[in-house]
């Protein structure tokens, strides 16, 4: 379950929310399963709640719409596609899945297939191209990444993510 990731590799007090939820739907990170056991764990009392907690069956081809009407009732307002708030839930996510590659034994090699397989689940964000190098075919060699550019890299987004002073 991705939202336990999420949990396990965010700052302390970074909970997550709605904003994450949505975008980790939108890049098919979390499933409606797991967001309605959230949504039902966190006992939001909100018809909107209500209903995206009880979808089954046939219903769930309603869920999105859902998602986006029960975060819209419960924060006033649902994150939107190139957004601040979609832009911030998004860059946690980068974070917990770096971290979580990181926290793994992989080589060089390894981690670029890891860091592009990211690149390519949480929308390709430009300025994670500079994390792994991927030969041109006529080399024949693999990709590869270097650890200490990824953990400056998490470094970075950690600064922009934490709160103001």
């Given at each position: 379950?991705?939202i336990?990731?999420?949990?396990?590799?965010?700052?302390?007090?970074?909970a997550?929310?709605?904003?994450?939820?949505?975008?980790?739907?939108?890049?098919?990170?979390?499933?409606?399963s797991?967001?309605?056991?959230?949504?039902?764990?966190?006992?939001?009392?909100?018809?909107?709640?209500?209903?995206?907690?009880?979808l089954?069956?046939?219903?769930?081809?309603?869920?999105?719409?859902?998602?986006?009407?029960?975060?819209?009732?419960?924060?006033?307002?649902?994150?939107?596609?190139?957004?601040?708030?979609?832009?911030?839930?998004?860059?946690?996510?980068r974070?917990?899945?770096?971290?979580?590659?990181?926290?793994?034994?992989?080589?060089?090699?390894?981690?670029?297939?890891?860091?592009?397989?990211?690149?390519?689940?949480?929308?390709?964000?430009?300025?994670m191209?500079?994390l792994?190098?991927?030969?041109?075919?006529?080399?024949?060699?693999?990709?590869?990444?270097?650890?200490?550019?990824?953990?400056?890299?998490?470094?970075?987004?950690?600064?922009?993510?934490?709160?103001?002073?």
């Amino acid at each position: 379950m991705l939202i336990a990731l999420l949990e396990r590799q965010s700052e302390p007090g970074q909970a997550v929310g709605w904003d994450e939820l949505i975008v980790g739907h939108d890049f098919a990170l979390v499933g409606p399963s797991d967001i309605q056991a959230w949504v039902r764990a966190g006992a939001f009392a909100g018809p909107a709640c209500r209903r995206l907690a009880d979808l089954e069956g046939a219903d769930l081809e309603r869920f999105e719409a859902a998602l986006w009407e029960a975060a819209t009732e419960a924060t006033g307002k649902a994150p939107r596609p190139g957004g601040n708030r979609w832009a911030r839930a998004q860059d946690r996510w980068r974070v917990a899945l770096l971290r979580d590659a990181l926290a793994s034994p992989l080589t060089p090699d390894a981690l670029a297939i890891a860091v592009e397989r990211i690149y390519d689940q949480v929308g390709c964000p430009e300025d994670m191209l500079s994390l792994w190098h991927r030969p041109s075919p006529w080399e024949h060699k693999a990709g590869h990444a270097d650890q200490l550019t990824v953990e400056a890299f998490i470094r970075r987004l950690d600064a922009s993510l934490a709160p103001a002073a």
